[in-house]
C-alpha cells in the first residue's frame, strides 16, 4: 500500500515539473510574438503626441471683465475653486483657469519649464490669465492689436508669428485672445507700458511658431 501511494506521488511530481518546463519553453516565444516578432505581428508603436491647441481670437467688442468672460466660454474653464487659493500649473484641475504674475509667466517662458504658479485671484492687475483645457494644455490669454487677427487664425497663420500680447486691452491693443503657451518663445521678460506705475498693463514680445517646442506640465485632477 505505501509502495503504491509513494509511486502516485512520484508520478505528481513528474508530472508538474514537466509541465513547468513545457511552460517556460514557450513563455519567450509568446513574448517574442506579443513584440511584433514573426511574420504577422503587430509592430510596437509608441504613443503619439497631443497637438498643441490652436490659437483663440475673439472678433468683439467690450469692457474686459466681459471679454474675459466670453474667452472663458469659449475654452469651457472655470475660476479655480476657494479651496485652491494658490496652486501650480501642473496640479492645477483641468478645465480651470488663474492668473500668474508677470515675473511667473516671463520665467516659465524664457527657461522653457512651464510650470507656473497660479493665483484664484489676480495678484496684480497686469498678471496674465492662463487657461488649463480639459486635455492639460495651456493657454495664455492677453490682447492684441487688430492687425494680428489674420495670422492668427490657422487657416491663414504663417510658420511664425511675432507678436505682442498685452495683459491688459489698451488703445493699440483692444482685442483679446488665447495662445497656446507650448508654442510660445521668448527672449526677453515682459515689461510695464508705463515703468512709474506698477499697475501699467504689460507687454510680452514673443513668437508664435507653428509647432511644439516643449511639452506643457499635464498633470491635473
Known amino acids: 500500500m505505501s509502495f503504491r501511494l509513494s509511486l502516485r506521488t512520484d508520478r505528481r511530481v513528474l508530472t508538474h515539473a514537466l509541465l513547468s518546463l513545457l511552460l517556460l519553453s514557450l513563455l519567450p516565444a509568446s513574448l ?25 481670437f475673439l472678433d468683439t467688442q467690450g469692457t474686459e ?13 472655470v475660476e479655480l475653486s476657494a479651496e485652491i487659493p494658490q496652486t501650480r500649473y501642473s496640479v492645477a484641475p483641468v478645465g480651470s483657469f488663474g ?15 512651464p510650470d507656473m504658479p497660479l493665483e484664484r485671484t489676480a495678484p496684480a492687475a497686469n498678471a496674465y490669465e492662463i487657461h488649463k483645457l ?19 487664425t490657422p487657416q491663414l497663420r504663417p510658420k511664425n508669428v511675432r507678436l505682442a500680447l498685452y495683459s491688459n486691452p489698451t488703445e493699440k491693443a483692444p482685442h483679446i485672445v488665447a495662445v497656446p503657451l507650448s508654442k510660445l518663445a521668448v527672449d526677453q521678460m515682459p515689461h510695464r507700458l508705463d515703468p512709474k506705475n506698477p499697475n501699467s498693463p504689460v507687454v510680452l514680445e514673443m513668437d508664435l511658431q507653428s509647432s511644439s517646442n516643449r511639452q506643457s506640465p499635464h498633470g491635473g485632477q
Open 32 to 56: 517574442h510574438a506579443a513584440r511584433g516578432g514573426g511574420s504577422g505581428g503587430k509592430m510596437e508603436v509608441l504613443p503619439s503626441q497631443k497637438a498643441a491647441p490652436a490659437a483663440v
Open 65 to 77: 471683465a466681459d471679454l474675459r468672460r466670453q474667452l472663458r466660454l469659449k475654452t469651457g474653464v
Open 99 to 113: 492668473f500668474t504674475p508677470q515675473q511667473g509667466l516671463g520665467l516659465a517662458l524664457v527657461s522653457q519649464s
Open 134 to 152: 480639459a486635455d492639460g494644455s495651456a493657454l495664455v490669454v492677453g490682447f492684441v492689436s487688430a492687425d494680428l487677427k489674420p495670422q492668427l
